[in-house]
C-alpha cells in the first residue's frame, strides 16, 4: 500500500502561503494511505479552481476536468470501469455553481463515487469573485454592493437529493478531517465532504480563526446521521449573518447524514461486470439486433 | 409540379399517406414498406411530421420498387388522404393517372381544381372500421388495405405482418385488424378507375436490412464494441438512445440518458479514459451544449465518437427537419485548435460502416471524430442489403489496457516514468489505462507536459511541442480516413461536376441515373470525409471540368467555401435549400439538365 509520501509528485504546491489547500491536501494523501487503495485502483478527477492544481502535486491516476465538469467525467470513469475508486475534487464555484445541476444528479443517482468539496465561499483562481456559498450581503469584487442571494445550503441539497454519504469538514482540523475523507472513501454510494477551507486571499471574512470559534463537532452532540430529518435541520442550521457573534452561529462539522444499503447506480446495471474495454476486445456479433430490424 | 423523369413505364411507385398526428400515419408507412420488403422489393422511406405529439400534419411516404431504390422521389402515385388536409397539402405532387385513396365521409375531392387528372378510390375507412368493431385508429389498416389491392399485390404480407404485431394481444385484436384490411383490399383492387401499375413480390426474395440511419448507426457502434453511451433527447438523435438503450443489457453496453448534453460529452470522454469505446450525439443545438467538452477531447486527447444529426437551426429551429447546416460548426467548434476527423454518411449503409470505422479512427488518434448526419439520414428507413458485419475490425491503436507500462519502454521518459503525452513520432502516445501499474498520469483540460502536468504547460517549449504533437496527428489521419466516393461519368468527359457530402448523395444518384438515361454525362463526387479535408481529390476533380457544381442543404454554401478555401478553386454553380426538406432528385435532375445545356 503506498504511504502518504509517495502520493506526491516533483511539483510543489503553489497556493497561498495558509491556503486551507494544505491542510485538505495532508488530511488526504493521509486518508488514501488509510483506506489503502492501490496507484492501480484509485483515480481522481478535479474541476477547475485552485484545488484542481492539486492534480499537478498527486500522484494518482488523474484528470484535470473542465470548470464545473468533474462529475460527470468521474460518472463516466467509475462506470467504465468498477474496479476503481473514484475521488473527486472540486470547488464551491466550480461544483455548485457552474456543476451545481451535475451535482444535484450526482447525487439523485448515488454513484459510487467520493467528492471532497473545497469550500472557500469564493472565487480564488478568478480572483475574488462571490460564489454560490459566500454569505449574502458579503461584499466581493463582483458584487461590490454585497451578494443579494443566499449561499447554496450544499448539505441540505445533498441529502435533498439523495446522497448517502454528507459531511462536513474544516481544514484547520487535519484529523478529524481525515477520518471524514477515510469514512466517506469507505461509503458505499455517493459520498460528499464539503470541507470549510479558509482562502487567505480572497475572503477576510471566513478567515481560520473565524471557523476556529464557530465549528462544533456533531457526533460530540450526541447527532444521529443515519436520522435524515435530523441531518437535515443541522443543514438549515449553518445559515447565518455576516455579524454574528461565535455564540449565535454555530457550525456544525462531522457526518451530517449517511445512509447504507442503497443501491447504488451500478448496482442497476447488471451488464456491467467488468472494465467495458474488454467489450472491445473483438467485434460484437449483432446478427441478432439486425434481423430485428424493420 | 417539377418535371417527372422517370420513365412513364416503370416498375417503382411512391406512395404517400398523409393524416393528422395520432393517426398512426408512421406505423401505417413503416408496415406497408415492411411488406414489400419481405416479399422482396426495395423501399426508401420519407416522413414528414411537426414537433406534436397530437395534431399538426403527418405524412409518411414509402417508394417501392424491384429495383434497388437510392432516394426518395417528389412525385406521388397513390396518395392516401386520411383526413382532407393531406388531399389539400399533397394533391399536386400526384402524377397524371394517379390514384387519391380518400374516405368520402371525412374527405372531399370538390375543391380540386385538376380532379379528372387523378384516379379517385373512395374507401369507406370509418364504415370499414366500425363494421369490424374495431378502433378509429384502424382506419390506417384500412388504407393500407386498399394501396396493396391498387397495386394488386398479395394482401397475405399484410395480414401476416398484423398478426405478428398483435402477436401479444388477444387474438380477436389482430382478427379485427386482418379483417379491416381485406375490406380495404377489396375496395382498392376493385377501383373502377385505371391504375397503371402494379407490384409483384419476387419468388425467391433476397435478406434485406429495413432500418433507418440511427439505427445503422447503432448497430455500428454495437459492432465496434461500444462500452458506453451518452446522450439528452433531441430529435433527430433521440431514436439513437432508444435504439441503445433497447440493446444495453444484451450486448453489455452502459448507456446514460444524462442530465443535459454537456454531462453527456463529459461522461463520454470520462469512460473513454476508464478505456470503453464511448460515444454520445446530439443534434446541433444539443453539441453546442458540449463544444467546450468537444475541446477537453482534443487537448486530453481522449477517444470518443460523436454524432452531430442536423436539423434545421439556429436555436430550436425545425426541430423535426433536415439541414445540412452544421458542418462549419463542427469543424470549427470549440476554442482553441485541436485535431478532429469529420466522417458525413450519405446513407444507411455508409451510416454503419462509418460508425465502427470512426471508433477505430477515434482510439488510432487519439482525438475526438464526429459522424456529421441529418433528419433526412436519422429517420428515414431505407431498404438495403445486410451490413457487411464480417468487415467490422477493431483497432485500438497505442492502448494498453492492462500489465504493466514498464514493459512498454517506449511510453516511458529517461526516468523511468509513464508519459502519457510523449512526444515524438506520429504524435500519437501510449495510452495506458487506469488500472495499468506504474500508469499514474494527469490527463489534462490544461495545455501540459509529457507527464500530463499543468503547471510546466505554460512554457513556451512546451506548449509548442505539446500543440505540435496534436495538430501532427492530422497528417496521420490523412493516411487512415475513408477517401471521397465517385459515381457517374469521368469529371474528363463530363458536360457537369458535381460535388456533395452526406446524404444530399442520395437524390444526386437518382438524378444522375435519369440524366444518363437522357444523354447527359454527370460526374459526381461524394465527399465522405470532411475534415481532413481532402484537398487533393476535390482539386483534381474539378481540374479541368467545364462545368462544376455544389449542391448542399444550407444557405451560405458551406461545402462550397470549404472548397475554395482548401482547393483554391471556385466551383461555378451551386444548388441549395434550407427550407427544412431534403433535395429531391427531380429539383437536382432539373437544375443539372439544365447547367449541361449551357455553352
Known amino acids: 500500500m503506498p504511504d502518504v509520501k509517495e502520493f506526491e509528485t516533483a511539483n510543489r504546491p503553489t497556493w497561498c502561503p495558509g491556503c486551507g489547500n494544505f491542510g485538505m491536501w495532508q488530511a488526504l494523501k493521509q486518508a488514501y494511505q488509510e483506506v489503502g487503495w492501490s496507484f492501480e485502483e484509485l483515480a481522481v478527477v478535479w474541476g477547475i479552481g485552485c484545488h484542481g492544481n492539486g492534480a499537478d502535486f498527486t500522484r494518482c491516476q488523474g484528470f484535470h476536468a473542465l470548470h464545473g465538469r468533474a462529475l460527470p467525467v468521474a460518472t463516466g470513469l467509475a462506470l467504465s470501469n468498477p474496479d476503481l475508486h473514484v475521488v473527486v475534487e472540486m470547488g464551491d464555484g466550480d461544483g455548485y455553481g457552474i456543476g451545481l445541476g451535475h451535482f444535484a444528479h450526482a447525487c439523485r443517482r448515488n454513484i459510487d463515487v467520493t467528492v471532497i468539496v473545497h469550500d472557500n465561499q469564493i472565487y480564488g483562481l478568478t480572483t475574488g469573485q462571490a460564489s454560490p456559498t459566500t454569505e449574502q450581503f458579503m461584499k466581493t469584487i463582483s458584487t461590490p454592493d454585497g451578494v443579494l442571494e443566499e449561499p447554496v445550503n450544499t448539505l441540505g441539497l445533498a441529502i435533498a437529493e439523495g446522497a448517502t454519504f454528507v459531511a462536513r469538514g474544516f481544514s484547520a482540523d487535519p484529523a478529524h478531517l481525515t477520518a471524514l475523507m477515510v469514512a466517506a472513501m469507505r461509503h458505499r454510494g455517493f459520498a460528499v465532504v464539503d470541507v470549510f477551507q479558509p482562502c487567505v486571499t480572497w475572503n477576510k471574512l471566513n478567515t481560520a480563526t473565524w471557523f476556529r470559534d464557530r465549528v462544533y463537532k456533531v457526533d460530540e452532540t450526541g447527532h444521529d446521521p443515519y436520522d435524515k430529518n435530523a441531518a437535515f435541520a443541522l443543514s438549515l442550521s449553518t445559515y447565518h449573518d455576516l455579524s454574528c457573534s461565535p455564540d449565535e452561529c454555530r457550525l456544525p462539522i462531522g457526518v451530517i447524514y449517511q445512509e447504507e444499503g442503497r443501491a447504488t447506480y451500478g448496482d442497476g446495471l447488471p451488464q456491467l461486470t467488468g472494465p467495458l474495454w474488454r467489450q472491445a476486445l473483438r467485434p460484437r456479433d449483432v446478427s441478432a439486433a439486425m434481423g430485428r430490424l424493420g | ?599
Open chain 2, 1 to 599: 409540379m417539377p418535371t417527372d423523369p422517370r420513365p412513364a413505364s416503370r416498375p417503382d411507385l411512391q406512395i404517400k399517406i398523409g393524416g393528422a398526428a395520432g393517426f398512426g400515419i408512421k406505423a401505417a408507412g413503416q408496415t406497408l414498406a415492411r411488406c414489400f420488403v419481405q416479399g422482396g422489393l426495395h423501399t426508401f422511406d420519407l416522413t414528414e411530421y411537426p414537433s406534436l405529439i397530437r395534431g399538426g400534419h403527418n405524412a409518411y411516404q414509402v417508394r417501392v420498387s424491384p429495383e434497388p431504390v437510392v432516394s426518395h422521389v417528389l412525385a406521388i402515385d397513390i396518395l392516401v388522404a386520411l383526413n382532407q388536409e393531406t388531399i389539400d397539402l399533397h394533391h399536386t405532387e400526384l402524377v397524371d393517372g394517379g390514384a387519391l385513396v380518400f374516405d368520402p365521409k371525412t374527405a372531399k375531392l370538390d375543391g380540386l381544381p385538376d380532379q379528372a387528372r387523378v384516379c379517385a378510390v373512395p374507401v369507406p375507412f370509418d364504415d370499414i372500421v366500425k363494421e369490424a368493431g374495431g378502433l378509429p385508429i384502424m382506419r390506417n389498416v384500412a388504407a393500407l388495405g386498399a394501396v396493396l389491392g391498387l397495386a394488386h399485390y398479395p394482401l397475405s404480407y399484410l395480414t401476416d405482418s398484423l398478426r405478428a404485431q398483435f402477436a401479444k394481444k388477444p387474438p380477436e385484436v389482430a382478427e379485427q385488424n386482418v379483417a379491416v384490411a381485406t375490406k380495404g383490399y377489396e375496395h382498392g383492387s376493385s377501383t373502377t378507375c385505371a391504375f397503371p401499375f402494379r407490384l409483384d413480390p419476387l419468388p425467391d426474395p433476397p435478406r434485406a436490412v429495413l432500418a433507418d440511419g440511427n439505427e445503422a448507426v447503432g448497430l455500428g457502434a454495437l459492432a465496434a464494441g461500444i462500452g458506453m453511451y451518452c446522450a439528452y433527447p433531441m430529435t433527430p438523435a433521440s431514436s439513437l438512445l432508444h435504439f441503445m438503450a433497447a440493446h444495453d443489457r444484451e450486448y453489455g453496453v452502459v448507456v446514460k440518458h444524462t442530465e443535459d448534453e454537456i454531462a453527456a460529452m463529459n461522461m463520454v470522454i470520462g469512460a473513454a479514459f476508464g478505456g470503453a469505446r464511448a460515444m454520445c450525439a446530439t443534434a446541433g443545438g444539443g453539441f453546442s451544449l458540449m463544444v467546450e467538452a468537444f475541446g477537453l477531447a482534443g487537448i486530453s486527447e481522449s477517444a470518443v465518437v460523436v454524432g452531430v444529426f442536423t436539423r434545421a437551426g439556429p436555436a430550436t429551429g425545425l426541430p423535426t427537419w433536415t439541414e445540412q447546416s452544421d458542418l462549419r460548426f463542427v469543424l470549427h467548434a470549440a476554442q482553441g485548435e485541436f485535431p478532429r476527423v469529420v466522417l458525413a454518411p450519405g446513407d444507411t449503409t455508409e451510416a454503419f460502416e462509418l460508425t465502427w470505422m470512426a471508433f477505430n479512427l477515434a482510439d488510432q488518434l487519439q482525438t475526438p471524430v464526429v459522424l456529421l448526419g441529418d433528419t433526412y439520414l436519422c429517420d428515414n428507413r431505407r431498404s438495403a442489403p445486410p451490413f457487411d458485419l464480417a468487415a467490422v475490425t477493431i483497432d485500438r491503436g497505442k492502448l494498453v489496457a492492462d500489465g504493466d507500462i514498464r514493459t512498454h519502454p517506449e511510453a516511458l521518459g529517461a526516468d523511468g516514468a509513464y508519459l502519457r503525452y510523449k512526444v515524438g513520432g506520429d504524435g500519437v502516445s501510449v495510452r495506458a489505462l487506469p488500472g495499468v501499474t506504474g500508469a499514474t498520469q494527469v490527463v489534462n483540460s490544461y495545455e501540459h507536459d509529457e507527464y500530463g502536468f499543468g503547471a510546466q504547460g505554460e512554457i513556451a517549449s512546451v506548449r509548442n511541442a505539446q500543440n505540435e504533437k496534436r495538430m501532427g496527428k492530422l497528417e496521420l489521419a490523412r493516411t487512415l480516413v475513408p477517401p471521397p466516393k465517385y459515381y457517374g461519368a469521368s469529371p474528363d468527359t463530363a458536360d457537369v461536376s458535381v460535388i456533395v457530402f452526406g446524404t444530399t448523395k442520395q437524390p444526386a444518384l437518382q438524378a444522375i441515373e435519369w440524366l444518363e438515361r437522357d444523354g447527359a454525362r454527370v460526374a459526381l463526387m461524394q465527399i465522405v470525409t470532411m475534415w481532413p479535408f481532402p484537398t487533393g481529390e476535390v482539386a483534381a476533380f474539378l481540374d479541368g471540368t467545364k462545368r462544376s457544381l455544389v449542391i448542399e442543404g444550407n444557405f451560405t454554401g458551406q461545402l462550397e467555401g470549404l472548397i475554395r478555401q482548401e482547393c483554391l478553386i471556385a466551383p461555378r454553380d451551386h444548388l441549395r435549400r434550407w427550407d427544412g426538406r431534403p433535395f429531391n432528385p427531380e429539383q437536382i435532375y432539373d437544375k443539372l439538365l439544365e447547367v449541361s445545356r449551357r455553352a
